[in-house]
């Protein structure tokens, strides 16, 4: 299959394998909570060294601290390479998106050690479920653990394949869990929360006149729309969209930073959305961030107990980090 030569020109452009360039401390409000939030979790997280999904979106966020303010904190990197490189899979359920999400923390710190070793596995991996010919993505949780990797994958190694089999596995999954009615993906605020994460991070990093990003920018903005109405006067969202059920940090990270990368990308309006940006953002850094740097208000994932002070998570950290990155591109001064 011959490749569309916008895909070639960006892997050219932007492909992994590039000399990091040395950023500059940038101090303002949105980085010192970022990084009194990801300190706490590296001091008092449970079960740290574990190579899983949760832990991956933590290491994702806190390699966005580190290139929003270029200071590393040098916890990813060990984490990386006490885990081989490799994916945690079940031999059972080889493509399984979840296994896949640590794929993401690779592609990141590979921008820092750009050793070939450090992606090979994931690269096997995804390369392998192309080649099955089969659609795995059964949640929407998918569009976060399974999309982002592939996509980059797949810009770097010029594989107009995976691009395309990335595309279609969303179309599969649209068609079964999207009610384009309501423009949701679940009643499940962290669900939506999932999918929207999963579609900006694709979207950063498509080129403009990808049918890829255009597909997923609609569904984006169609979510994003919906998602404005049920955002809380304090700006929050709660945990279910329907029933209330009180605060839930984690979901609204993922919307503010789904959000703001939306802006940033250009795919959302930033007359209509920068306030909803903004109100999350407040939220989150007002209330679910504690004085001591405890992330609260953390839903369990697929959970539907209300969430206290007490909740946390290393993937809602991550999400946290992930939107400060983008909100600091909005921010005058950071």
């Known amino acids: ?10 892997s050219a452009l932007t492909g992994l394998f590039v000399t990091p360039v040395a950023a500059q401390a940038v101090p303002c409000a949105v980085t010192d909570a970022m990084t ?28 966005a601290l580190v290139r929003t303010t270029g200071i590393s904190n040098h916890k990813t990197w060990p984490w990386v390479k006490a885990n ?34 450090v992606l090979q596995p994931l690269r096997d991996n995804l390369r392998a479920q192309v080649a ?7 949640s929407p949780d998918a569009l976060n653990m399974s999309l982002p990797s592939m996509t980059r994958i797949a810009l770097a190694d010029k594989d107009q394949a995976m691009l395309d089999y990335a595309h279609r596995s969303f179309r599969v999954l649209k068609a079964r869990s999207f009610n384009e009615f ?40 169609r979510t994003a729309a919906t998602l404005k109405h049920f955002q809380r006067p304090d700006g929050f969202w709660n945990s279910s969209l329907i029933a209330g059920r009180g605060i839930e940090s984690a979901s609204t990270a993922m919307i503010t930073y789904a959000i703001a990368a939306g802006i940033n990308a250009g795919v959302l309006d930033s007359a209509t959305y920068l306030p909803v940006v903004q109100k999350g953002w407040a ?14 208000y953390v839903q369990a994932r697929g959970s539907h107990k209300p969430s206290s002070a007490a909740d946390t998570a290393g993937f809602a950290v991550g999400s946290y980090l992930i939107a400060g990155q983008q909100v ?4 005058p001064g950071c």
């Open 283 to 296: 939220a989150l850094t007002g209330k679910a961030l504690q004085a001591d740097g405890k992330f609260g």
């Open 36 to 63: 009194k939030a990801s300190q706490n979790w590296l001091t008092n997280g449970p079960d740290l060294a574990a190579n899983n999904w949760s832990n991956a979106n933590y290491h994702v966020g806190n390699l």
């Open 84 to 117: 081989k490189f490799l994916l945690p899979l079940d031999a059972e359920h080889p493509f399984a998106p979840d296994a896949q999400s640590s794929g993401e923390a690779y592609l990141d710190v590979s921008y820092f050690h750009p050793e070939p070793e």
């Open 132 to 138: 099955s010919g089969k659609f795995y993505w059964k």
């Open 1 to 10: 299959m011959r490749l569309r030569t916008t895909l070639v020109v960006l």
């Open 182 to 221: 309501t423009g949701l993906w679940s009643f499940h605020t962290q669900t939506n929360g999932w999918a929207v994460q999963g579609l900006a991070k694709a979207i950063l990093w498509l080129p403009a006149d990808s049918p890829a990003r255009a597909d997923y920018a609609r569904s984006l903005k």
């Open 328 to 331: 600091a591109k909005l921010t």
